[in-house]
């Protein structure tokens, strides 16, 4: 039987397995840094009550101003306000969602207004905190409510992502939006 010295063969041959892992450990590293900017979104993070923070993509945002809570008119059991000479209707997160509001002696707020909603709707928020890039594994939510879409820890806090999507279709807008422009 003929036995085989492997160390002799490499050797012998030249290979140098110790840069083959070399490359494959560089490959994989930059493999995971696209992985982790292709994962990455850029984030807006407002919250309502002051202990609850929220996320959003930026790209789903059309316009944030900011607004005083006193410019809300209410016409039955909607809202709006007087934006840019056209009634625009807005609404609070907790008018869907069960989350904290705002708190009761605030005069101002901002307004999100969403791209989904083609600028016919506005959410109203206590605060903007930040934009941020960030890359982070979103976990399901256990509150099972239409217009959350899970959670994630930034920052070294929990916050909430919104689907505005679903938020939107749940408070009745894009329909409404629709059917308006249908008409």
């Known amino acids: 039987a003929m036995i085989l010295d492997p160390n002799g063969i490499v050797a012998h041959t030249g290979l140098c397995f110790e840069s083959i892992e070399s490359e494959r450990r560089k490959l994989e590293t930059t493999n995971k840094q696209l992985n982790v900017e292709q994962n990455s979104d850029t984030l807006l993070l407002f919250n309502n009550s002051e202990s609850e923070i929220f996320a959003t993509r930026l790209a789903d945002i059309l316009r944030l101003e900011k607004l005083c809570l006193s410019e809300i008119t209410h016409v039955g059991n909607r809202k709006f306000i007087n934006y840019n000479g056209k009634g625009l209707p807005v609404f609070h997160l907790q008018d869907y969602l069960p989350v904290g509001s705002i708190s009761e002696g605030a005069t101002e707020a901002y307004l999100i207004i969403p791209r989904l909603a083609n600028g016919g709707v506005g959410i109203i928020v206590s605060r903007i905190l930040d934009v ?11 509150v099972q409510s239409p217009g959350i879409g899970g959670w994630a820890v930034l920052n070294n806090q929990i916050t909430i992502r919104l689907d505005l999507q679903a938020l939107l279709q749940q408070a009745g807008i894009i329909e409404a939006i629709l059917e308006a422009e249908a008409a």
Do not use: D, M, V
């Open 132 to 142: 941020q890039e960030a890359n982070c594994e979103w976990k399901p939510s256990t």
